[in-house]
């Protein structure tokens, strides 16, 4: 199973639909235990105190019970189950069942929340010191994983996405809002459902005055421009042009704010093979329009690969059924911006 995951991490931004029970696992323990887990053997590798933080706080997540959720597959909507319960009983039939484990509550489609630490470990390496007091925007957050954790932290953690899995999963008062973190610390979580900045009311409901604004396999090149022609639903369609896209994250940063686009990415296919979009993990946006957008490019398209094998190994990703060699199937690239203080 953790193949699966791992296929989706880096394959895909969107799943048409899930099996009832397509992502409990047998061959670990899951939910929080296994992400303490993972905690343990990152520990050694990661070399911050952003990064060392972020994993110690895996102690702080609540555990979750089994949800129910209901899935309409012709609306592709997702349902909580007192929702679908109020449903007559012909448009009932009609729905799919999803039991909706710790596991997936954490991981979501996409794996480990605590591969999280490999964009931490560059935002370290350039300044950034803690999440006390900060506010970060995840754009394609996927699953409330991270932001809980930056949350529990004290940071004001907000993410968005469109994926209609995240708001019936996420629907229990405890999911977001005030998080109590002791000794002191008054983190928050929001997770909001829409295209931004496409959507107007996203748009206003996202906000401004963020510290950091990060963005994890998501905003890839392969995705958002792809160099061959793709189907249309391996891809990400912003809604909006480059220079409206970068100047709207501008927009909503603080003076002295960040942009982290991290990616990681499968090896790219040959040309005689059919184009893996998830594969090119360099900005979508050319270094020009950051700058003309006003941004300082701190860092354009770099390389992490070496770390994220490392992460893979610990993690397991090169074990099991469907392993990868993280050598020769994986790589990272990343890009960083900030917005000038003074401006
Ligand atoms: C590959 S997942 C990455 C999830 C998470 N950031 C991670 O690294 O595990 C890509 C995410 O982008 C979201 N997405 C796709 N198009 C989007 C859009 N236009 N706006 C916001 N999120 C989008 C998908 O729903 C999905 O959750």
């Given at each position: 199973m953790r193949r699966r995951l791992l296929v989706l991490l880096i394959s895909?931004?969107?799943?048409p639909s899930l099996a009832a029970?397509?992502?409990?696992?047998?061959?670990d323990p899951g939910g929080i235990i296994r992400i303490r887990r993972d905690a343990d053997r990152l520990a050694p590798l990661v070399k911050s105190e952003l990064s060392r933080g972020f994993l110690e706080a895996t102690t702080q997540l609540p555990t979750v019970a089994p949800r129910t959720l209901y899935q309409d597959p012709v609306r592709k909507v997702f349902l909580t189950e007192s929702a679908a319960e109020k449903l007559d009983p012909s448009a009932f039939a009609g729905l799919k069942k999803v039991s909706a484990d710790e596991t997936l509550y954490y991981?979501?489609?996409?794996?480990?929340?605590?591969?999280?630490v490999l964009p931490l470990e560059q935002l370290a390496l350039a300044g950034?010191?803690?999440?006390?007091g900060r506010k970060v925007l995840d754009f394609g957050?996927?699953?409330?994983g991270p932001l809980r954790l930056m949350a529990t932290l004290g940071a004001d953690a907000v993410g968005v996405d469109v994926d209609p899995l995240l708001p019936a999963l996420y629907?229990?008062?405890?999911?977001?809002?005030v998080i109590e973190t002791a000794p002191g610390a008054r983190g928050r979580v929001t997770l909001i459902d829409g295209?931004?900045?496409?959507?107007p009311t996203t748009k206003a409901n996202v906000g401004q005055g963020y510290d950091l604004i990060l963005s994890k396999n998501t905003l890839k090149r392969g995705y958002v421009h792809p160099d061959r022609p793709t189907d249309k639903r391996r891809l990400i369609d912003l809604g909006v042009d480059d220079a409206t896209f970068v100047s709207t994250l501008y927009s909503a940063l603080k003076p002295g704010g960040r942009v982290l686009i991290y990616n990681l990415c499968p090896a790219p296919s040959s040309s005689d093979k059919p184009f893996i979009p998830?594969?090119?993990?360099?900005?979508?946006?050319?270094r020009s329009v950051w700058e003309a957008a006003g941004f300082r490019v701190l860092?354009?398209?770099?390389?992490d690969s070496t770390a994220a094998r490392a992460l893979a190994r610990a993690l397991e990703?090169?074990?099991?059924?469907?392993?990868?060699?993280p050598e020769k199937d994986l790589f990272a690239l990343f890009t960083l911006v900030e917005k000038p203080a003074a401006s």
């Open positions: 895909t931004p969107l799943l029970t397509s992502l409990s696992r047998n061959d991981n979501t489609k996409y794996g480990s929340p605590l591969a999280y950034f010191k803690g999440w006390e957050y996927g699953g409330v629907s229990a008062p405890s999911d977001q809002g295209r931004f900045p496409f959507d998830a594969a090119d993990g360099r900005s979508p946006f050319d860092a354009f398209d770099k390389d990703w090169d074990r099991g059924e469907g392993a990868m060699d």
